[in-house]
């Protein structure tokens, strides 16, 4: 029995090399002001914790009710050392810092289905996942943060203290974590091609992950994304997302926390409280609703936020993550009948900093697409990319009503 007052949370540990390990421990469920706090698990979803033959962390997340068998596969490849840890460089210009990963110039290239680094290994394709799975989580090995962490008894103030501060040839280690979340063993597919169950699986690696990774030392924001379709950029065919752990609070975010400053702390919860009675909505639930935002960039643009103020998916409850498996998922399918054909995406989960503005800063998701058109892409050119000045193509509002058509086609 759970006591009362108290929630499951999945801690992942240390353990010696090719062990595997399911590890759940009793937390107190307060939260703490200001600080990532302990995540709501869902006991039907079994977590297994084991290592990669490089060392590196993987982590299955069965189905409920899943068939899989409880023992999994040893990894035996023979690997070479991960590589070097990538190094940061601050452009003095605007204060951002850039992380110059050359490693990751060596990731896989489109790879034919027999040999996807993301499927279960095969004699004939040793990838990345040694056994048959739901859904798998596992860190890069070629990452843009990471593998190296922060110190642990290192002042967080301090840090971001020093990170905002602009000088010239500045660099930092890219410390943090970089995580791949596979979505289906399948080759085919994306988020929006699964089921509902296979959906809150997801969704709940995602919820663990955050917390998870939001105790890493160092580690000051947690962004789990999907990137669908070769106009995107994508790499790898494969359903899969990935999960970044930032060593600072990203540009976007620090532009978000200014505008709170401006406007004050109820900046999501006005904002939310317009769209819920405008002509944007799009889909609406009893915990979340998703909109075209006012100003949308992109020809696709929809946000969808949680009704309460939720800082990060790791604090959401078991309810709002059932209905956000169903209702994420009649969104993506609604956007892929806009044209007849599979829209290209980026599906970004903006959640608020760790360790600060918790309490105004709410998880957001924001999926944008360049389709403007069945044959045409949005483009960034000179003004959006070198300005950052955007002007969109579609008026938000017909952008809405073509969404609601084409979810109503979905589900008809």
């Given at each position: 029995m759970r006591p009362a007052g108290a929630t499951l949370q999945y801690e992942t540990e240390l353990f010696a090399k090719r062990k595997t390990r399911r590890v759940w421990r009793v937390t107190d469920s307060n939260d703490v002001a200001g600080e990532a706090s302990a995540a709501p698990v869902d006991p039907?979803?079994?977590?297994?914790?084991?290592?990669?033959?490089?060392?590196r962390e993987l982590i299955?997340?069965?189905?409920?009710?899943?068939?899989?068998?409880?023992?999994?596969?040893?990894?035996?490849?023979?690997?070479?050392p991960r590589p070097a840890n990538a190094e940061m460089r601050q452009d003095p210009l605007t204060g951002e810092w850039i992380s110059i990963a050359a490693a990751r110039q060596n990731r896989v290239f489109l790879p034919p289905s027999d040999l996807d680094p993301l499927a279960p290994q095969r004699p004939s394709n040793p990838s990345e996942i040694p056994s048959n799975y739901d859904v798998a989580v596992f860190e890069n090995r070629s990452p843009s943060f990471g593998p190296a962490l922060g110190e642990p008894?290192?002042?967080?103030?301090?840090?971001?203290?020093?990170?905002?501060?602009?000088?010239l040839e500045r660099t930092r280690p890219s410390i943090?974590?970089?995580?791949v979340v596979c979505f289906s063993p399948e080759h085919e597919g994306s988020f929006g091609t699964q089921t509902v169950s296979r959906a809150r699986t997801v969704i709940e690696a995602w919820a663990q992950r955050t917390a998870a990774l939001s105790a890493l030392p160092g580690v000051q924001?947690?962004?789990p994304f999907e990137n669908r379709g070769q106009e995107i950029g994508v790499t790898l065919g494969h359903p899969h997302g990935q999960i970044y752990s930032y060593p600072y609070i990203t540009p976007r975010t620090e532009r978000l926390l200014a505008s709170i400053d401006a406007y004050g702390p109820t900046l999501f919860a006005d904002l939310l409280e317009r769209e819920r009675s405008g002509p944007r909505v799009v889909l609406s639930g009893e915990h979340w609703t998703a909109f075209v935002p006012f100003a949308a960039r992109w020809p696709i643009e929809v946000h969808l936020l949680p009704h309460r103020h939720v800082p990060d998916l790791a604090e959401t409850t078991l309810a709002e993550r059932d209905e956000l498996a169903s209702l994420y998922l009649r969104l993506l399918r609604g956007i892929d009948l806009l044209y007849g054909t599979p829209t290209p995406y980026i599906a970004a989960w903006h959640q608020a900093p760790v360790h600060e503005r918790r309490d105004e800063v709410r998880l957001m998701l924001q999926l944008t697409s360049p389709r403007r058109a069945a044959d045409r892409l949005k483009y960034l050119a000179g003004s959006e990319a070198a300005m950052g000045a955007w002007i969109g193509d579609v008026p938000p509002e017909s952008q809405a009503e073509a969404l609601r058509v084409a979810i109503g086609k979905a589900e008809a």
């Open positions: 039907r979803i079994i977590v297994t914790t084991t290592q990669l033959a490089d060392g299955y997340f069965d189905d409920v009710d899943s068939a899989l068998p409880a023992e999994r596969a040893v990894d035996g490849r023979a690997l070479d008894d290192a002042s967080n103030a301090d840090a971001l203290a020093e990170l905002r501060r602009v000088g943090g974590r970089c995580e924001q947690v962004f």
